[in-house]
């Protein structure tokens, strides 16, 4: 296999600054609009506090800035606030995936995006990879296929992780199969080795995106979720999951370490409908990893069995319920641009 041309670094590489977009859509958040934008901005203010990185803000329309200018008022020094339509928050999924040449220039790689398989269609989202590259500054490159960044997490040494549930599932790139996938993420995101799950959370809109399922935190060491809750249904997946990790060796040639921390268990929306929660999606910052919290039994334990795995950062846990409800956390709604000397 020839070398990449461009590599996405990983997510623990140090960043100029965070993509977010704050939560405006009354008719979609609808009675949990205030509460996750109370979170929204406690996410935000844990990345950028004690030097953290800096925030740019995509804001609908002047109502929508002041609304979050004034959510982030402790933290406003760090913030650039870009007037950006987007159908949702979900910018880890629309925005461009930021990627380094070999000589350590940046770009923006924009990938297609169809709503999650054609299941959320919002208006606007399949414009925000682009708007987001100008705005950076970064030169871009498109590709013609479909690719949402929360489904792939890599070690930033060739290796990707992802599931087959989503990147095979017919409903994103029906031409394609797990051998051209594979061809295409080499090209776009510098992969070496793909390393293929199966299959995700129940309920979960995405369709299997890795990011609630297995993270990379080092080198060749990976955490992911293990049940302790006998009613959790996720249990068989969690535990087919840890062992299939522990099975895989990267590009490097290293057999993964595989680290569990617990699963939040049995998280309810309103109506009584499981929701897709996870601790592991957590975000990467500069100074801080934020962990989503759910109000469950779990929490503490979660955070505290996270924080020595990263030994230069303040791990903080951080409620996510009202976000969740959207269908997913802190992960989904971040997109770092990686820093360049």
């Not at 990345?47 to 953290?52: K, R, T, Y």
Request: a negative charge; proline letters at 6%.
């Amino acid at each position: 296999m020839s070398q990449p041309t461009c590599r996405q670094p990983a997510e623990w590489d140090r960043h100029s600054a965070c993509w977010l977009a704050w939560p405006s859509h009354g008719h979609l958040w609808r009675e949990h609009l205030a509460a996750a934008q109370a979170e929204w901005a406690d996410l935000c203010r844990a990345i950028a506090e004690e030097g953290g990185e800096s925030l740019d803000i995509l804001v609908q329309d002047a109502t929508a800035e002041a609304g979050a200018r004034a959510a982030l008022a402790p933290v406003l020094g760090q913030v650039r606030f870009h007037l950006v339509p987007v159908g949702d928050i979900w910018l880890r999924d629309t925005a461009p995936i930021f990627v380094k040449t070999a000589a350590g220039a940046l770009r923006a790689a924009c990938f297609g995006f169809n709503g999650w398989g054609r299941k959320y269609l919002l208006p606007d989202d399949d414009r925000v990879a682009g708007r987001v590259a100008a705005l950076s500054g970064v030169p871009r490159t498109d590709h013609a296929w479909i690719l949402e960044g929360g489904s792939v997490d890599v070690d930033g040494e060739g290796t990707i992780l992802t599931t087959r549930q989503c990147l095979l599932n017919p409903n994103r790139n029906p031409g394609l199969d797990q051998g051209e996938i594979e061809a295409a993420l080499c090209d776009g995101l510098g992969a070496e080795r793909v390393l293929w799950l199966d299959e995700g959370l129940l309920n979960d809109h995405t369709d299997g995106h890795i990011d609630t399922l297995a993270r990379f935190v080092a080198p060749g060491v990976v955490v992911c979720m293990e049940a302790r809750d006998p009613a959790d249904p996720n249990a068989a997946t969690l535990d087919r999951l840890a062992a299939d990790l522990a099975g895989f060796t990267d590009a490097k040639g290293r057999r993964l370490q595989v680290l569990r921390i617990p699963s939040p268990g049995v998280v309810r929306d309103e109506d009584g409908e499981l929701m897709p929660a996870s601790f592991v999606n957590f975000y990467i910052g500069n100074r801080s990893v934020v962990v989503p919290t759910y109000g469950t039994a779990y929490d503490e334990e979660a955070v505290a069995a996270l924080t020595p795995l990263f030994p230069d950062h303040r791990v903080i846990g951080r409620s996510a319920r009202a976000i969740l409800s959207g269908g997913g956390a802190f992960h989904c709604i971040t997109q770092q641009q990686p820093e360049v000397p």
